[in-house]
């Protein structure tokens, strides 16, 4: 824009605050009005020419959600939302949208000020520009975040969730376990349960409205004491679930244990297509969760593959302690422990090993009885999570109650997930 004025992109949606907006704009220096939009879609098309730097768009505008807003900004556009009035809620909800600046339509008559900031790198206090708080400046989250991720070959990420999962509910912890695995998770089936809604799609569905999907009935399910959000129901459905929704479970303040795919690998075909690629689920956990789990096998193939893993994590986690898990070990493999970690050590900044026996009675009737490895009763298996837990968790320490008996509902079973 000519003269370095801020161009602004107006979409009121019939909003009677309309007017004089338009009016504080039209009588400010260094701010211009754009055009004027009829609805979302309309305001995506013109942000996509590249002309505009900000939209002020009505936080009641029927479209306005979460991949609207990564559209915009992609588009190098900042939104301004005008919260409606009557909707003390409306704050959060644009927060979980991604919105940072936001004001109501009580104070539109400095809405040019806010805009000039949301145009520049000027922050609205320094500008004098009224603001609602929407950024997200809170203290850090009570809870803890783990994610548990591991190479190819079916290591046991599961297992390892799965065991995290279950020893913390015996501690009374109640965590969240998500199945964030983008090529086919198995939580669902491991804990027998068979919802015909998949959590993980009702979770994104939520994050999309700016709803929270912790609270949401169709997002999570109550199992084995802890809370369950199930995955994909087939595994070509991965576009439906973006990186936001792994940044809503992490931010929910719950201890959160996170079940992820194999794969770290960028998505060429992402550039062109403006969402993220298939890992974008993956590289979020690892790289927002505060402790990274990366399980592998300890026969040759899996610690060569571990060994690559470990190198190819530093380039996406943040720096997080990293703990790695050997599962299924068996002296009869003829592998020293101690070798294996002077190994391992070398391809990445491990904070501590653990091992987990090849119990495969106790893995097998936890699984066909769909329940997990203290559910299923004492075993080698069971009692390697308490260790583990208690590197990844220090501060549950002691905690340990005894595991209820449990009936399982198994509700919709001759349903369809979708």
Request: glycine content about 10%; charged content about 25%.
């Amino acid at each position: 824009m000519a003269g370095g004025a801020v161009a602004v992109l107006v979409l009121a949606a019939g909003a009677p605050w309309e007017p004089a907006a338009l009016s504080a704009i039209d009588g400010t220096a260094g701010v211009v009005v754009l055009r004027r939009c009829m609805d979302v879609t309309d305001l995506l098309a013109h942000a996509a020419a590249g002309d505009a730097q900000v939209a002020v768009v009505a936080g009641e505008a029927p479209g306005l959600d979460h991949d609207a807003i990564t559209r915009l900004r992609r588009d190098g556009v900042e939104p301004v939302v005008v919260l409606p009035e009557g909707h003390p809620d409306s704050a959060e909800r644009v927060r979980r949208l991604g919105v940072r600046h936001a004001t109501t339509a009580a104070q539109v008559a400095g809405l040019p000020l806010l805009v000039r900031a949301a145009g520049s790198e000027v922050t609205p206090a320094t500008a004098g520009a009224p603001e609602v708080v929407v950024a997200s400046d809170a203290a850090p989250a009570a809870g803890r975040s783990v994610a548990v991720w591991g190479p190819a070959g079916a290591p046991g990420r599961t297992t390892v969730a799965l065991g995290v999962a279950g020893e913390l509910a015996a501690r009374g912890r109640s965590p969240l376990l998500v199945d964030a695995d983008p090529w086919g998770g198995a939580v669902a089936q491991r804990l027998a349960v068979l919802d015909e809604v998949s959590g993980l799609l009702a979770a994104s569905r939520a994050v999309s409205r700016g709803d929270d999907p912790v609270t949401d009935p169709s997002v999570v399910r109550r199992v084995a004491a802890f809370d369950v959000v199930t995955g994909l129901p087939r595994s070509d459905r991965w576009p439906e679930v973006g990186p936001e929704v792994v940044d809503a479970f992490l931010g929910s303040g719950r201890d959160v244990v996170l079940d992820t795919g194999f794969s770290l690998e960028d998505d060429p075909a992402s550039e062109f297509s403006g969402r993220p690629g298939r890992n974008g689920l993956t590289h979020a956990a690892v790289a927002g969760a505060d402790v990274v789990v990366v399980v592998g096998a300890p026969d040759p193939v899996g610690l060569a593959r571990l060994a690559r893993a470990l190198d190819d994590l530093r380039e996406r986690a943040s720096g997080q302690p990293v703990h790695v898990v050997l599962n299924r070990w068996r002296a009869r493999l003829g592998i020293d422990e101690a070798e294996v970690r002077r190994l391992l050590e070398g391809f990445g900044d491990v904070t501590a090993f653990h091992t987990l026996p090849d119990d495969a009675l106790a893995a097998d009737r936890a699984l066909v009885t769909g329940r997990t490895y203290l559910e299923a009763g004492p075993s080698p298996l069971s009692r390697a999570f308490t260790p583990l837990v208690d590197a990844l968790f220090p501060e549950s320490r002691g905690d340990a109650v005894a595991p209820a008996p449990r009936v399982r509902l198994r509700r919709g079973a001759a349903g369809r997930r979708r």
